[in-house]
């Protein structure tokens, strides 16, 4: 479902850290469809540029971004679990259908460049970032870009798969006390024990969650950062369009339309109305709480 708002002569800026190719394609895909936005990629790998040149990609960067220093590169046997840190051999030989894919079969020396250091005058509104486990360093060394993003969406680790790896609550406490909201996970990885197949398969597992990404928006009570000309409408299109989250788009256009004096918000939600979407504007309603109160309650 296509947002209804043309962002075509103000894009959507996405800056996508560790962009190489991936079969599903890049998760903003319906961003690059309505034509609302403008990607640049950040991959060390010279190799992806084949892949990458064949998408819409408006710049390429074949940079390592980091802390400024030189580091080994871990070349993996699946080169999308290649990383700065060296795999956690002991994690991953506990999981079914994991190590054969992390094993290293070289490792190169490779300078790194911090993010702001790269990027010292850009201005972007939404990162990607995946960069296997050293996302942290990535986004340490970007203070002022980190600052004007909108959104965030970014791979995290419940399990230490590389040695020394920042897990989700590292990465969540980062951002909180950076003035971002966490949002919701968009699918995850799992196995089961090493030794046990599910479905026949020793890649599948239960509920036991390994990785996931994540999303994160700037905390949306912080009117002078949002008072910024079209960023709540971008944001709503973010909402709408990657994570069909058709309350928050609401919610981000009448944060637009109180700021701005726009009118927005009523349009979207006729809009999704038509759409077959039952999503409105509307204050709490009290007898529905009561109800509630009395179910679970078990009056």
Not at 29 to 34: F, M, N, P, R, T
Not at 77 to 94: H, I, V
Not at 207 to 227: P, T, V
Not at 241 to 249: E, H, I, L, P, T
Request: glycine fraction near 8%; aromatic fraction near 14%.
């Amino acid at each position: 479902m296509k947002f209804p708002f043309d962002l075509s002569a103000n894009k959507i800026k996405i800056i996508d850290v560790g962009a190489r190719a991936v079969p599903e394609g890049f998760h903003y895909e319906a961003l690059v469809d309505s034509n609302a936005c403008v990607v640049t990629a950040v991959e060390p790998d010279a190799k992806a540029n084949k892949w990458l040149t064949n998408r819409a990609i408006d710049k390429i960067h074949n940079v390592a971004i980091g802390d400024g220093g030189v580091h080994e590169m871990h070349v993996c046997q699946l080169a999308s679990c290649s990383s700065m840190l060296a795999p956690n051999k002991a994690c991953l030989e506990f999981y079914s259908g994991m190590e054969f894919f992390y094993r290293v079969e070289k490792i190169n020396t490779i300078k790194t460049y911090g993010f702001d250091v790269v990027f010292s005058d850009a201005h972007f509104d939404y990162l990607d970032i995946d960069v296997q486990g050293y996302e942290l360093e990535v986004l340490r060394s970007g203070g002022r870009n980190i600052k004007n993003l909108l959104g965030i969406h970014i791979e995290v680790s419940f399990v230490e798969k590389y040695l020394g790896q920042p897990l989700f609550r590292d990465v969540d406490v980062f951002l909180a006390e950076r003035d971002f909201t966490f949002h919701c996970f968009t699918g995850y990885g799992t196995r089961s024990p090493r030794g046990v197949k599910v479905d026949g398969s020793s890649v599948n597992g239960i509920n036991q969650w390994l990785w996931a990404d994540a999303f994160y928006f700037h905390r949306l009570d912080d009117d002078e950062f949002w008072g910024v000309s079209n960023r709540l409408v971008k944001l709503a299109c973010i909402f709408h369009c990657v994570y069909k989250s058709y309350d928050f788009a609401v919610h981000a256009l009448k944060r637009c339309d109180q700021l701005g004096g726009s009118v927005y918000c009523h349009e979207y939600v006729r809009y999704l109305q038509e759409m077959g979407v039952d999503v409105e504007e509307g204050e709490d309603s009290e007898w529905i709480m009561e109800g509630m109160i009395k179910k679970l309650s078990l009056i």
